[in-house]
């Protein structure tokens, strides 16, 4: 499985992003999946989770309330919509599929994206 992450940039303090990750098979829709980021100097950390069927999500604590994750499985693809960024978004953020359908906590995936960059500016 291959994951294709876009829709970072640079965007200010308050502003909004949205991320989209595209799996390379059809069966995606089999997989869990879900979204990681890395600051500069600092472990790659969770962000959020959704289950194969998008009814089911998880979030970190640090971005609960301000990012929603969603996916399109006709189009193989799981989006994360940042609002409200602040500076301490900034970072890499990479998508996983984890081959579960059910997770209930962050995901641990067997496959990854290239990652993506977002930045936030003061």
């Known amino acids: 499985v291959q994951l294709q992450a876009s829709g970072g940039g640079l965007v200010q303090a308050g502003g909004s992003v949205r991320l989209s990750c595209v799996a390379s098979v059809r069966t995606f829709g089999r997989y869990a999946s879900g979204w990681f980021r890395q600051a500069p100097g600092k472990e790659r950390e969770f962000v959020a989770t959704?289950?194969?069927?998008?009814?089911?999500?998880y979030y970190a604590d640090s971005v609960k309330g301000r990012f929603t994750i969603s996916r399109d499985n006709v189009k193989n693809t799981v989006y994360l919509q940042m609002n409200s960024l602040k500076p301490e978004d900034t970072a890499v953020y990479y998508c996983g599929a984890e081959r579960l359908m059910q997770v209930a906590g962050p995901l641990r995936p067997d496959y990854w994206g290239q990652g993506t960059q977002v930045t936030v500016s003061s």
């Open positions: 959704i289950n194969f069927n998008g009814r089911s999500t």
